[in-house]
């Protein structure tokens, strides 16, 4: 008995400490007399702050779950986490920014609690039109489930491939993403990036058009990806790396391997974002891709701005360089909504 009520009071100190600190550099920063300065100073001190905020909520929620009917709340809250460092939802569905996806888990769960979220994205280029929607369910800041389906329209080109204007084909894409180790925001102290694994199964629902008309070798396939991605939190930036093994033409769309290849190739995709304030991120993506099917598929770019005007809304809007689709050179305009929990 005696060393649970010394533990549990040493708990309560540890998180009324860590709130006073909180207060104390939050109000340090809102102080400070040089105004060359201020601004980075306080969106740096902010974050801190709020992070040693969610450091205490942590171990004052774990002191409650002792004998008090707080799980629910624990469990299923608005999130912890810093505004924007769960990232948007990509364009197959995981965590991350629109191309590629980050270490980052989706959602703003943190320890013992489930993070859920759901997004709708529309990518407009001269010739064809996506459209994508899904959700994603996290648990503990450390497993990531996720689910998209896709919808590529060909507009014109469908009927000039005799297929019929507007032809649309379609995937549905399952995914799983696991943190492997470190933490991209509280690890500020080490330059250790938050370093995950992830798995994508597409399945495209046109086999007779990319197996028979695009010589594509399959309908459905697995991406294999790792990432790592590094938040430096004085700088307000953030840094990510991925690396995929992929055999997908044009992500999957245009189906899996082909008459020039059909062996899994490694592809690099790189994001850089910079957090301008706890609101607004702007960044730029690059991802390449494999050329399978001799159509001479190019690497897609893009640069973007995300706003978060509360906790669990974030819109982006991105103009996207897609390269060769069908032979012909393809820029887009990439709108997506996310709410996250």
Not at 108 to 121: K, W
Not at 199 to 217: E, Y
Request: glycine content about 10%; charged content about 15%; hydrophobic content about 40%.
């Amino acid at each position: 008995m005696i060393n649970h009520k010394t533990k549990t009071c040493s708990r309560r100190v540890a998180a009324a400490a860590l709130c006073l600190c909180a207060l104390t550099t939050s109000y340090v920063a809102q102080a400070a007399d040089e105004p060359a300065t201020s601004s980075a100073l306080s969106f740096d001190t902010v974050e801190r702050a709020e992070t040693l905020n969610t450091s205490a909520l942590t171990l004052a929620e774990d002191d409650m779950g002792q004998g008090q009917a707080d799980d629910s709340r624990r469990f299923f809250s608005p999130g912890g986490r810093l505004l924007l460092t769960g990232g948007v939802t990509q364009i197959e569905g995981a965590g991350g920014g629109g191309l590629s996806p980050w270490a980052l888990i989706g959602t703003y769960g943190t320890r013992d609690q489930l993070g859920v979220s759901a997004f709708a994205t529309g990518v407009n280029s001269e010739d064809f039109s996506l459209s994508a929607y899904g959700g994603a369910i996290s648990y503990g800041n450390r497993i990531e489930l996720s689910i998209a389906r896709q919808n590529f329209n060909l507009n014109a080109v469908g009927a000039a491939l005799g297929l019929g204007r507007e032809f649309t084909i379609s995937q549905t894409i399952v995914g799983a993403k696991v943190r492997l180790f470190g933490d991209a925001v509280l690890e500020q102290d080490s330059l250790l990036p938050q370093v995950s694994v992830g798995i994508q199964f597409k399945d495209n629902n046109q086999p007779g058009v990319v197996i028979g008309a695009l010589a594509a070798r399959d309908d459905n396939d697995f991406d294999y990806y790792v990432s790592a991605t590094k938040i430096f939190l004085s700088q307000s930036l953030l840094v990510n790396a991925t690396a995929r093994a992929t055999r997908a033409n044009q992500f999957g769309i245009l189906g899996f391997g082909g008459p020039t290849n059909n062996d899994y190739s490694i592809q690099f995709e790189g994001s850089v974002a910079l957090l301008l304030s706890r609101h607004f991120a702007i960044g730029s993506e690059y991802r390449t891709k494999p050329d399978n099917l001799g159509f001479k598929e190019e690497d897609a770019f893009d640069v973007f701005i995300a706003y978060a005007p509360v906790h669990n809304i974030t819109a982006t809007l991105a103009y996207v360089d897609l390269g060769n689709v069908a032979l012909r050179s393809q820029h887009a305009l990439y709108a997506s909504l996310q709410f996250a929990f």
